[in-house]
């Protein structure tokens, strides 16, 4: 399975719905050791596909990090 690119329009049906459990990685372009870090986020996607793995880019989606309560990346 890919990791999903999660907006505020897709939360709720890919996330909030999901029959699986759910790894979110919130990160942002400009972030290093977010860059660092995304190749395991893809590898655990393909490795584990009982699981849904998203990205929510916290500069696209503040919403959803505020919601969240990310502070820091």
Partial sequence: MSV????QDNFEQEVLQ????V????WATWCGPCRMVAPVVEE???ERPDY???KINV???MELAI???IISI
């Fill in 4 to 7: 999903l690119h999660i907006t």
């Fill in 59 to 61: 500069d696209e989606e």
């Fill in 44 to 46: 655990i996607a393909e």
């Fill in 67 to 69: 919601e969240f309560g």
């Fill in 18 to 21: 999901s029959q699986q459990p």
């Fill in 52 to 54: 849904v793995v998203g």
């Fill in 23 to 26: 790894l979110l990685d919130f």
